[in-house]
Each structure stands twice: as C-alpha cells, then as structure tokens.
C-alpha cells in the first residue's frame, strides 16, 4: 500500500488549498481513511475521516471550513480547506485502515500513512 499527498503549499489567511492522497495496492472506496495533521511541538491530531459509506466525520476546529472527500475511480482521497487559519499550519497526512468505519477508530487502526504535505497559512 502506498500514499502520496499533494497539494500543500503557503496561503494567507482565509485563503484555500486542495489536498489530494493517491492510494496504490489499496482500494480506497472499500474502507474508513483520514487525514491528520501534527503542528511542530504538538501531537498528531485527527482533521477529519469518511468511511466506507462516505459518512464524514469532522474535529470540531475544522467543522464547516473543511471537506473531506473521495473518488473512488481515482483511488484518491481528498481535503478541500477553506477560510484557512494561521492555527491551521501543520503537516497534513492522509491515512488509510482496513476497516469500514470510522467510528470510535483511533491513529493505531489506521496501518498506513503517506509521507506528509506541509501546508502554512500567513497572518
């Protein structure tokens, strides 16, 4: 299984970035994926996660601005963030499991990570 994040880069605040994690030997459609972010000194939180019936679930800090996706012929998972904030600032990592939902998941039910797309939002 492999992921590959894209899509990062620097914006102003209130400004939108598109995430996007193309999965190889893994049928994204088929299980529960996230993506996550970990700021520098702070731990790996969750951002937002949608199961294999495409229920989402939201952090509260990102509810409303940001929209977890996916396209399953595409094998591709994506991250629409809008009215970006400074606090917003982390690496951001797609996450897949071999589980179909998400509900009561932890980061450990979560087998496979890509390396990581740095997004930073200026004051």
């Known amino acids: 299984v492999q992921l590959v994040e894209s899509g990062g880069g620097s914006v102003q605040a209130g400004g939108s970035l598109r995430l996007s994690c193309a999965a190889s030997?893994?049928?994204?459609?088929?299980?529960?994926m996230g993506w996550f972010r970990q700021a520098p000194g702070k731990e790996r939180e969750g951002v937002a996660r949608?199961?294999?019936?495409?229920?989402?679930t939201y952090a509260q800090s990102v509810k409303g601005r940001f929209t977890i996706s996916r396209d399953n012929a595409k094998n591709t998972l994506y991250l629409q963030m809008d009215s970006l904030k400074p606090e917003d600032t982390a690496m951001y990592y797609c996450?897949?499991?071999?589980?179909?939902?998400?509900?009561?998941?932890?980061?450990?039910?979560?087998?496979?990570w890509g390396q990581g797309t740095q997004v930073t939002v200026s004051s």
């Open positions: 996450a897949a499991s071999l589980v179909s939902w998400c509900n009561g998941r932890t980061q450990g039910d979560f087998g496979y």
């Open positions: 030997g893994y049928s994204s459609g088929d299980y529960c």
């Open positions: 949608i199961n294999r019936y495409a229920g989402t």
